[in-house]
Protein backbone atom coordinates (compact mmCIF):
# COMPACT_ATOMS: atom_id res chain seq x y z
CA UNK A 1 0.00 0.00 0.00
CA UNK A 2 0.72 3.36 -1.08
CA UNK A 3 1.28 5.77 2.28
CA UNK A 4 -0.80 8.78 1.82
CA UNK A 5 1.43 11.26 3.94
CA UNK A 6 4.32 10.26 1.00
CA UNK A 7 2.58 11.52 -1.91
CA UNK A 8 1.45 15.01 0.14
CA UNK A 9 5.37 15.32 0.24
CA UNK A 10 5.89 14.16 -3.40
CA UNK A 11 2.98 16.83 -4.35
CA UNK A 12 4.43 19.25 -2.06
CA UNK A 13 7.89 18.93 -3.90
CA UNK A 14 6.08 18.90 -7.72
CA UNK A 15 4.52 22.14 -6.52
CA UNK A 16 6.96 24.36 -5.20
CA UNK A 17 9.92 22.84 -7.14
CA UNK A 18 12.59 22.65 -4.82
CA UNK A 19 12.69 20.24 -1.27
CA UNK A 20 13.18 23.75 0.66
CA UNK A 21 9.64 25.07 -0.87
CA UNK A 22 8.21 21.89 0.03
CA UNK A 23 9.46 21.69 3.90
CA UNK A 24 7.89 25.21 4.28
CA UNK A 25 5.01 24.27 2.72
CA UNK A 26 3.88 21.12 4.87
CA UNK A 27 5.86 22.48 8.05
CA UNK A 28 8.29 19.95 8.46
CA UNK A 29 12.35 20.24 8.31
CA UNK A 30 14.45 19.52 4.53
CA UNK A 31 15.63 15.89 5.52
CA UNK A 32 12.20 14.66 6.36
CA UNK A 33 11.10 15.69 2.64
CA UNK A 34 13.82 13.61 1.20
CA UNK A 35 12.98 10.66 3.02
CA UNK A 36 9.32 10.80 2.62
CA UNK A 37 10.09 11.06 -1.37
CA UNK A 38 12.89 8.78 -1.38
CA UNK A 39 10.32 6.00 0.58
CA UNK A 40 7.83 6.58 -2.21
CA UNK A 41 10.30 6.40 -5.33
CA UNK A 42 11.58 3.24 -3.78
CA UNK A 43 7.53 1.87 -3.19
CA UNK A 44 7.00 2.89 -7.24
CA UNK A 45 10.33 1.64 -8.32
CA UNK A 46 11.10 4.90 -10.29
CA UNK A 47 12.41 8.42 -10.26
CA UNK A 48 10.19 11.10 -9.75
CA UNK A 49 12.20 14.28 -10.10
CA UNK A 50 15.74 14.82 -11.80
CA UNK A 51 17.84 17.36 -9.93
CA UNK A 52 18.94 20.58 -11.75
CA UNK A 53 20.65 24.06 -10.60
CA UNK A 54 17.58 25.84 -10.73
CA UNK A 55 15.35 23.15 -8.42
CA UNK A 56 13.10 20.14 -8.72
CA UNK A 57 11.69 19.20 -11.91
CA UNK A 58 9.49 15.88 -12.86
CA UNK A 59 10.09 13.28 -14.74
CA UNK A 60 8.16 11.44 -17.31
CA UNK A 61 7.07 9.14 -14.56
CA UNK A 62 7.07 11.66 -11.99
CA UNK A 63 4.39 13.72 -14.73
CA UNK A 64 2.06 10.27 -14.47
CA UNK A 65 2.43 10.28 -10.53
CA UNK A 66 1.59 13.54 -10.43
CA UNK A 67 -2.02 13.38 -12.06
CA UNK A 68 -2.42 10.48 -10.02
CA UNK A 69 -1.40 12.01 -6.62
CA UNK A 70 -3.79 14.93 -7.35
CA UNK A 71 -6.79 12.47 -7.65
CA UNK A 72 -5.63 10.64 -4.29
CA UNK A 73 -5.60 14.25 -2.43
CA UNK A 74 -9.05 15.44 -4.35
CA UNK A 75 -11.07 11.75 -3.01
CA UNK A 76 -8.89 12.38 0.33
CA UNK A 77 -10.60 16.25 0.88
CA UNK A 78 -14.07 14.72 -0.11
CA UNK A 79 -13.98 12.10 2.82
CA UNK A 80 -12.80 14.27 5.11
CA UNK A 81 -15.23 17.29 4.54
CA UNK A 82 -17.75 14.52 4.44
CA UNK A 83 -17.17 13.16 7.57
CA UNK A 84 -16.46 16.73 9.24
CA UNK A 85 -19.54 17.34 8.05
CA UNK A 86 -21.08 15.26 10.51
CA UNK A 87 -18.94 16.59 12.91
CA UNK A 88 -22.24 18.48 15.73
CA UNK A 89 -19.26 19.22 18.47
CA UNK A 90 -18.28 22.53 19.58
CA UNK A 91 -15.30 21.22 19.76
CA UNK A 92 -12.16 21.10 17.84
CA UNK A 93 -10.22 23.56 15.19
CA UNK A 94 -11.98 26.80 13.58
CA UNK A 95 -9.91 28.10 10.36
CA UNK A 96 -11.26 31.45 9.58
CA UNK A 97 -9.47 33.67 6.82
CA UNK A 98 -10.10 37.20 6.04
CA UNK A 99 -7.84 40.60 5.17
CA UNK A 100 -6.10 42.26 7.75
CA UNK A 101 -8.17 45.24 7.86
CA UNK A 102 -11.15 43.41 8.32
CA UNK A 103 -9.57 41.36 11.09
CA UNK A 104 -7.70 44.50 13.07
CA UNK A 105 -9.54 47.16 12.59
CA UNK A 106 -13.10 45.93 12.79
CA UNK A 107 -13.78 41.69 13.45
CA UNK A 108 -10.80 41.27 16.38
CA UNK A 109 -13.47 42.34 19.31
CA UNK A 110 -16.53 40.00 17.63
CA UNK A 111 -13.56 36.58 17.24
CA UNK A 112 -12.89 37.38 21.15
CA UNK A 113 -16.38 37.07 22.28
CA UNK A 114 -17.10 34.01 20.17
CA UNK A 115 -13.82 32.35 21.61
CA UNK A 116 -15.33 33.53 25.10
CA UNK A 117 -18.42 31.82 24.53
CA UNK A 118 -17.07 28.75 22.97
CA UNK A 119 -13.52 28.19 25.06
CA UNK A 120 -13.26 24.70 23.48
CA UNK A 121 -13.18 25.72 19.91
CA UNK A 122 -9.65 25.83 18.92
CA UNK A 123 -9.48 29.29 16.38
CA UNK A 124 -6.90 30.10 14.43
CA UNK A 125 -6.81 33.61 12.58
CA UNK A 126 -5.78 33.66 9.11
CA UNK A 127 -5.34 37.51 8.48
CA UNK A 128 -3.86 37.50 4.82
CA UNK A 129 -4.57 38.84 1.52
CA UNK A 130 -3.52 35.81 -0.08
CA UNK A 131 -6.72 33.29 -1.04
CA UNK A 132 -6.98 30.36 0.18
CA UNK A 133 -9.00 27.17 -0.90
CA UNK A 134 -11.66 26.20 1.05
CA UNK A 135 -12.21 23.11 -0.88
CA UNK A 136 -8.93 21.75 -0.12
CA UNK A 137 -9.54 22.71 3.77
CA UNK A 138 -7.44 25.64 4.14
CA UNK A 139 -9.58 27.56 5.67
CA UNK A 140 -13.53 26.55 7.12
CA UNK A 141 -14.50 30.57 6.86
CA UNK A 142 -13.55 32.96 4.08
CA UNK A 143 -14.59 36.34 4.81
CA UNK A 144 -13.99 38.16 1.62
CA UNK A 145 -15.19 41.55 0.08
CA UNK A 146 -16.51 40.89 -3.49
CA UNK A 147 -17.24 42.85 -6.25
CA UNK A 148 -19.34 40.70 -8.64
CA UNK A 149 -21.09 38.10 -7.25
CA UNK A 150 -20.63 36.13 -10.30
CA UNK A 151 -16.52 35.73 -9.56
CA UNK A 152 -17.89 33.31 -6.61
CA UNK A 153 -17.24 29.64 -7.50
CA UNK A 154 -20.36 27.85 -7.51
CA UNK A 155 -19.49 25.31 -5.02
CA UNK A 156 -19.37 27.68 -2.33
CA UNK A 157 -22.28 28.72 0.33
CA UNK A 158 -22.24 32.44 1.15
CA UNK A 159 -23.94 34.62 3.48
CA UNK A 160 -24.24 37.77 1.89
CA UNK A 161 -23.33 40.81 4.31
CA UNK A 162 -23.27 44.51 4.07
CA UNK A 163 -21.82 46.75 1.25
CA UNK A 164 -18.10 47.54 1.96
CA UNK A 165 -17.10 51.17 1.05
CA UNK A 166 -13.82 53.73 1.06
CA UNK A 167 -12.90 56.87 1.08
CA UNK A 168 -10.24 59.77 1.10
CA UNK A 169 -8.28 60.50 4.64
CA UNK A 170 -5.85 62.77 6.36
CA UNK A 171 -5.38 63.69 9.90
CA UNK A 172 -7.16 65.88 11.57
CA UNK A 173 -4.16 68.23 12.62
CA UNK A 174 -3.27 68.79 8.96
CA UNK A 175 -6.87 68.99 7.61
CA UNK A 176 -6.73 72.04 10.82
CA UNK A 177 -3.37 73.16 9.45
CA UNK A 178 -4.99 73.31 6.03
CA UNK A 179 -8.16 75.43 6.94
CA UNK A 180 -5.37 78.13 8.30
CA UNK A 181 -3.52 78.45 5.24
CA UNK A 182 -0.54 75.89 5.26
CA UNK A 183 0.56 76.31 1.79
CA UNK A 184 2.28 72.89 1.78
CA UNK A 185 0.37 70.24 -0.91
CA UNK A 186 -0.27 67.13 0.52
CA UNK A 187 1.58 63.44 -0.27
CA UNK A 188 -0.87 60.46 -1.78
CA UNK A 189 0.43 57.69 1.01
CA UNK A 190 -0.25 54.46 -1.35
CA UNK A 191 0.60 50.87 -0.95
CA UNK A 192 3.60 49.29 -2.89
CA UNK A 193 1.62 46.60 -4.48
CA UNK A 194 -1.92 48.86 -5.24
CA UNK A 195 -0.58 52.50 -6.08
CA UNK A 196 -3.37 55.55 -6.06
CA UNK A 197 -7.26 54.01 -7.05
CA UNK A 198 -8.40 55.40 -10.27
CA UNK A 199 -11.33 56.58 -8.04
CA UNK A 200 -9.67 58.25 -5.86
CA UNK A 201 -9.16 62.06 -6.03
CA UNK A 202 -7.57 64.50 -3.69
CA UNK A 203 -10.90 66.56 -3.06
CA UNK A 204 -10.01 70.33 -2.66
CA UNK A 205 -6.34 69.57 -1.71
CA UNK A 206 -3.32 70.32 -3.90
CA UNK A 207 -0.66 67.09 -3.53
CA UNK A 208 2.96 66.64 -4.72
CA UNK A 209 3.55 63.61 -7.41
CA UNK A 210 6.11 62.71 -4.73
CA UNK A 211 4.07 59.83 -3.26
CA UNK A 212 5.29 58.12 0.08
CA UNK A 213 5.24 54.36 0.10
CA UNK A 214 4.54 51.73 2.61
CA UNK A 215 3.89 48.09 2.24
CA UNK A 216 1.06 46.82 4.22
CA UNK A 217 -2.00 48.51 5.75
CA UNK A 218 -0.49 49.02 9.09
CA UNK A 219 2.08 51.34 8.36
CA UNK A 220 -0.57 53.48 5.73
CA UNK A 221 -2.51 54.57 8.59
CA UNK A 222 0.58 55.15 10.57
CA UNK A 223 1.94 57.80 7.86
CA UNK A 224 -1.66 59.22 7.34
CA UNK A 225 -2.16 59.66 11.26
CA UNK A 226 1.35 61.17 11.20
CA UNK A 227 0.19 64.30 9.12
CA UNK A 228 2.36 63.44 6.31
CA UNK A 229 -0.48 63.35 3.39
CA UNK A 230 -4.09 61.79 2.16
CA UNK A 231 -4.43 58.38 1.80
CA UNK A 232 -7.50 55.96 0.80
CA UNK A 233 -8.90 53.59 3.46
CA UNK A 234 -12.39 51.62 4.08
CA UNK A 235 -14.82 53.80 6.36
CA UNK A 236 -15.10 51.67 8.42
CA UNK A 237 -10.93 52.06 9.38
CA UNK A 238 -11.13 55.79 8.31
CA UNK A 239 -14.60 57.08 10.22
CA UNK A 240 -13.69 54.77 12.94
CA UNK A 241 -10.32 56.33 13.60
CA UNK A 242 -10.41 59.63 16.04
CA UNK A 243 -7.34 61.17 14.49
CA UNK A 244 -8.76 61.01 11.02
CA UNK A 245 -11.04 63.00 8.98
CA UNK A 246 -12.19 62.58 5.57
CA UNK A 247 -10.81 64.60 2.71
CA UNK A 248 -12.95 67.90 1.97
CA UNK A 249 -14.88 67.61 -1.69
CA UNK A 250 -13.62 64.34 -1.78
CA UNK A 251 -16.21 61.27 -2.62
CA UNK A 252 -16.87 58.04 -1.37
CA UNK A 253 -16.44 54.49 -3.67
CA UNK A 254 -17.98 51.40 -3.16
CA UNK A 255 -15.55 48.11 -2.76
CA UNK A 256 -18.06 45.10 -2.94
CA UNK A 257 -20.01 43.80 -0.82
CA UNK A 258 -18.78 41.41 2.59
CA UNK A 259 -19.50 37.33 2.05
CA UNK A 260 -19.37 34.76 4.42
CA UNK A 261 -17.91 31.88 2.75
CA UNK A 262 -18.34 28.36 3.50
CA UNK A 263 -17.89 25.14 1.61
CA UNK A 264 -19.88 22.18 1.04
CA UNK A 265 -20.46 19.43 4.14
CA UNK A 266 -17.61 21.80 6.17
CA UNK A 267 -20.30 24.20 6.25
CA UNK A 268 -22.68 21.48 8.28
CA UNK A 269 -20.40 21.33 11.08
CA UNK A 270 -21.86 23.31 14.39
CA UNK A 271 -18.96 24.55 15.18
CA UNK A 272 -18.70 26.28 11.65
CA UNK A 273 -22.60 27.12 11.59
CA UNK A 274 -22.35 28.88 14.82
CA UNK A 275 -19.70 30.95 14.13
CA UNK A 276 -21.44 32.27 10.84
CA UNK A 277 -24.86 32.70 12.32
CA UNK A 278 -23.18 34.75 15.20
CA UNK A 279 -20.84 36.88 12.73
CA UNK A 280 -23.62 37.37 10.23
CA UNK A 281 -25.71 39.33 13.07
CA UNK A 282 -22.92 40.81 13.88
CA UNK A 283 -22.16 42.21 10.53
CA UNK A 284 -25.54 43.88 9.77
CA UNK A 285 -25.12 46.01 12.69
CA UNK A 286 -21.56 47.26 11.28
CA UNK A 287 -23.81 48.67 7.87
CA UNK A 288 -24.06 52.12 8.60
CA UNK A 289 -20.16 51.75 9.23
CA UNK A 290 -18.94 50.05 6.42
CA UNK A 291 -21.18 52.02 4.21
CA UNK A 292 -19.76 55.37 5.28
CA UNK A 293 -23.24 56.71 6.82
CA UNK A 294 -21.65 57.79 10.12
CA UNK A 295 -20.50 60.57 8.29
CA UNK A 296 -22.13 61.06 4.80
CA UNK A 297 -24.23 64.30 3.69
CA UNK A 298 -27.02 64.54 1.14
CA UNK A 299 -24.69 65.90 -1.48
CA UNK A 300 -21.91 62.93 -1.24
CA UNK A 301 -21.58 61.30 -4.47
CA UNK A 302 -21.42 57.89 -5.07
CA UNK A 303 -19.53 55.65 -7.67
CA UNK A 304 -19.08 51.91 -8.23
CA UNK A 305 -15.21 50.64 -8.65
CA UNK A 306 -13.37 47.24 -8.67
CA UNK A 307 -10.52 49.09 -7.15
CA UNK A 308 -10.02 47.42 -3.43
Not at 16 to 38: D, K, Q, W, Y
Not at 237 to 266: F, I, K, N
Request: glycine residues 8%.
Amino acid sequence: MIDWDDVRYFLAVARGGSVRAAAERVGVNHATVLRRVAQLEERLGTQMFEKLPSGYRLTAAGEEVLELAEQMEASSHKLETRILGRDQSVRGLLRVTLAPPLATYLLMPDFAEFARQHPDIEMDILASGELVNLTNREADVAIRVVYDRKTLPLNLHGLKGPDVFGGVYMSRARLAAMRSGAPDPARWIVISMHGIPDWASAGELRTTQVPFRVTDAEGQVAAVRQGLGITTLPCFVGDADPLLARVPGSDLHTYGTLWLLTQGETRKTKRVRLFTEFLASRLSTYAPLLAGLTKTNPSTKVRRTRSV
